[in-house]
C-alpha cells in the first residue's frame, strides 16, 4: 500500500495533552483539507477553536471559515466539543 493510500483514524490521538498551538492547528487542517482522514468540518473547527484559544492567528480565521460552512447545531457540537477537550486536558 502506497503512503498516500494510508488513513489516520484519529489524528489527534497523538496530541499530548499540553499540544501547542501549531499541533491543534495541523490537526484541524487534516480535517478541514480530508487529508489522510475524511473531511470533517466539526472536528475541523474543535481544533481550529483549540488552536485559536492557543493563540494561533490563523487557526481564528478558519475556525469562521468552518463556521460558515457549517449549520449552528454543528457549530454548537464543534463547542462543546471543543471544551470537553479541554477539560480532559486539564
Known amino acids: 500500500m502506497a503512503y498516500a493510500d494510508i488513513r489516520i483514524e ?3 490521538t497523538f496530541l499530548a495533552k499540553d499540544a501547542s498551538a501549531n499541533d491543534l ?4 487542517l487534516m ?3 480530508g487529508s489522510d482522514v475524511a ?3 466539526v ?3 474543535k481544533f481550529f477553536n483549540l488552536a485559536a484559544t492557543r493563540g ?3 487557526a481564528k480565521i478558519c475556525r ?3 463556521a ?3 449549520t449552528h447545531a454543528e457549530v454548537l457540537k464543534a463547542q462543546r466539543a471543543a471544551r470537553d477537550w479541554m477539560k480532559k486536558a486539564n
Open 64 to 66: 469562521q471559515e468552518m
Open 39 to 41: 473531511i470533517d468540518l
Open 68 to 70: 460558515e460552512m457549517m
Open 56 to 58: 494561533h492567528r490563523d
Open 31 to 33: 480535517y478541514s483539507e
Open 10 to 12: 484519529a489524528p489527534e
Open 25 to 28: 492547528y495541523r490537526v484541524a
Open 43 to 45: 472536528a475541523a473547527h
